[in-house]
């Protein structure tokens, strides 16, 4: 039986790389699915974005 010894540095490396393939599948897909939406022309749902003072003027 061969065990193989993981140092506390070598386990943190493996859990933030399992952490960096997440994120990036994630933003990844993402993105794609928002050029594939684009492509067609379909929209999301109006977002309400907080930074966005257009808004306000026309409610005054």
């Known amino acids: 039986m061969i065990s193989l010894y993981f140092d506390p540095g070598t386990g943190a490396l493996i859990v933030q790389f ?5 994120a990036g599948i994630l933003l990844f897909y993402r993105t794609v699915l928002a050029k594939i939406r684009s492509i067609f022309g379909i929209k999301n749902k109006e977002e309400e974005d907080f930074m966005d003072e257009s808004k306000d003027r026309e409610e005054q």
């Open 18 to 22: 399992f952490a960096a393939a997440v």
